[in-house]
């Protein structure tokens, strides 16, 4: 069955980066876009970006252009995303999501999260 | 940028009875790209609804989606104890590409 397993928790201190890695089982990431979504506390799912999944070329929300970055590893079917310049108001749960392939631009799975602080 | 605005923000409701949520978007979505989702405490977003009206797989069929245009909404025709959580609507197609609404708590009253 399809897993997406994210890595852990991590504190950040304001101006750092950080790196969130979704490695996926069940589904070849070279054939499916792959989304990041993230969920402030309280807050409603923002999207953040997407790695397409043929060229690797990618999509971002404006709000994050210039502070993200999203790659993927073919070899560990793994994807990632990095934000830089880290502000408070970037903690939040960082998601990685399958979009489903039926031209339907819905996300069917999803990982289990990944908390990111970002604290002095 | 399409704002999509949920209301109620919390409704309280009696297992048996029905829900109604309500998902308003600031300029017109296609129909085809509206999506619910389904979120509990601690957990990833479930896919519930997709395309205004279709149910996902497993979806029970108190589950109910319909709209167009700017006006969308969510039925549950008579809740169950599992069915109480947040539900979000989404879009896909303006900009920023995809956009969630700010949710709608159901809760148990």
């Known amino acids: 069955q399809v897993q997406l397993v994210q890595s852990g928790a991590e504190v950040k201190e304001p101006g750092a980066s950080v790196k969130v890695s979704c490695q996926a089982s069940g589904i070849t990431i070279t054939n499916n876009y792959m989304h990041w979504v993230r969920q402030a506390p309280g807050q409603g799912p923002e999207w953040m970006g997407v790695i397409h999944p043929t060229d690797t070329g990618t999509t971002s929300a404006q709000r994050f252009q210039g502070r993200l970055t999203m790659t993927r590893d073919t070899s560990t079917s793994t994807v990632y995303v990095e934000l830089s310049s880290l502000r408070s108001e970037d903690t939040a749960i960082y998601y990685c999501?399958?979009?489903?392939?039926?031209?339907?631009?819905?996300?069917?799975?999803w990982g289990q999260g990944t908390l990111v602080t970002v604290s002095s | 940028e399409i704002v999509l605005t949920q209301s109620p923000g919390t409704l309280s409701l009696s297992p048996g009875e029905r829900a109604t949520l309500s998902c308003r978007a600031s300029?017109?979505?296609?129909?085809?790209?509206l999506a619910w989702y389904q979120q509990k405490p601690g957990q990833a977003p479930r896919l519930l609804i997709y395309?205004?009206?279709s149910r996902a797989t497993g979806i029970p069929d108190r589950f109910t989606g319909s709209g167009s245009g700017t006006d969308f909404t969510l039925t549950v025709s008579r809740l169950e104890p599992e069915d109480f959580a947040v539900y979000y609507c989404?879009?896909?197609?303006?900009?920023?590409?995809?956009?969630f609404g700010q949710g709608s708590n159901l809760e148990i009253k």
């Open positions: 300029q017109s979505v296609n129909s085809n790209f």
């Open positions: 999501a399958r979009e489903r392939g039926h031209d339907d631009k819905v996300f069917d799975y």
């Open positions: 395309g205004t009206s």
């Open positions: 989404k879009q896909f197609g303006g900009s920023p590409l995809y956009s």
